[in-house]
Structure formats: structure tokens, C-alpha cells
């Protein structure tokens, strides 16, 4: 069964640190980009980090870029977020979400969730003194 699993979150004070995981199982993760999503309260969901083993490519978007670092450890089958300088304005529910590789590209998926497969449950983060 093709699951992702997401893990980390919690209540962080401003300028704070946390660090995501996303455990996926049942597909081999380098076929695969992966990409952090997050949904603030009555916003929409946004993508804003991608990764792919295969080409080495990394998206981010402008609002975490020097802030946020998605990286992967394919022999653990996990994609990590470490998350720095965190801001009120990142609370949110942050999910990962797997596309295949022929089928998208990381700045496809994540502006637009194009080739989007699969997606986690989500876990919270709330960044607030």
C-alpha cells in the first residue's frame, strides 16, 4: 500500500527551529519527486519546497527560500523540511505528496500540484509566543 507519513510538528515560538519528516512506503521513493504543501486557516493549499533524487533539482518558493531546506535520505525512504526562522505567517498544516518523475517537474508540482499521486494526512505546525 502507497502510504506518506508525515511527523514533526508542533507549537514553535517565532524564530524558532522544527524539522518535518515524510516517511513513505510501498514505492521506491527515487522514482518519485516529493514536495512539502501547507494550509493555513481559510487559506489554500500552497506548495513550496520539491525535491528529486533523480536530476538533483530543488524548488523552493520564495516565501521559505533561506529559511527552509527539503532534503532526502532515499535509503531511509524519508524526505526531511528543516525549518529555521519561523514566523507566525508559517502556521499551518504542512503535507508531503509524491508525483512521478516522468510525469512532473519540481517547480510543476509544486506551483501547481501538476502530477500529484499521492499525499500524507498532514501534520501541524503552529508558530506563536
Known amino acids: 500500500q502507497l502510504q506518506l507519513v508525515e511527523s514533526g510538528g508542533g507549537l514553535v515560538q517565532p524564530g524558532g527551529s522544527l524539522r518535518l519528516s515524510c516517511a513513505v512506503s510501498?514505492?521506491?521513493?527515487?522514482?518519485?519527486?516529493i514536495g512539502w504543501f501547507r494550509q493555513a486557516p481559510g487559506k489554500e493549499r500552497e506548495g513550496f519546497s520539491c525535491?528529486?533524487?533523480?536530476?538533483?533539482?530543488?524548488y523552493y518558493a520564495d516565501s521559505v527560500k533561506g529559511r527552509f531546506t527539503i532534503s532526502r535520505d532515499n535509503a531511509k525512504n524519508t524526505v526531511y523540511l528543516q525549518m529555521n526562522s519561523l514566523k507566525p505567517e508559517d502556521t499551518a498544516v504542512y503535507y508531503c505528496a509524491a508525483g512521478y518523475r516522468s510525469i512532473t517537474t519540481v517547480q510543476a508540482m509544486c506551483n501547481s500540484m501538476f502530477g500529484v499521486d499521492y499525499w500524507g494526512k498532514g501534520t501541524l505546525v503552529t508558530v506563536s509566543s
Open positions: 510501498g514505492f521506491i521513493l527515487d522514482y518519485y519527486i
Open positions: 525535491i528529486s533524487s533523480s536530476d538533483g533539482n530543488i
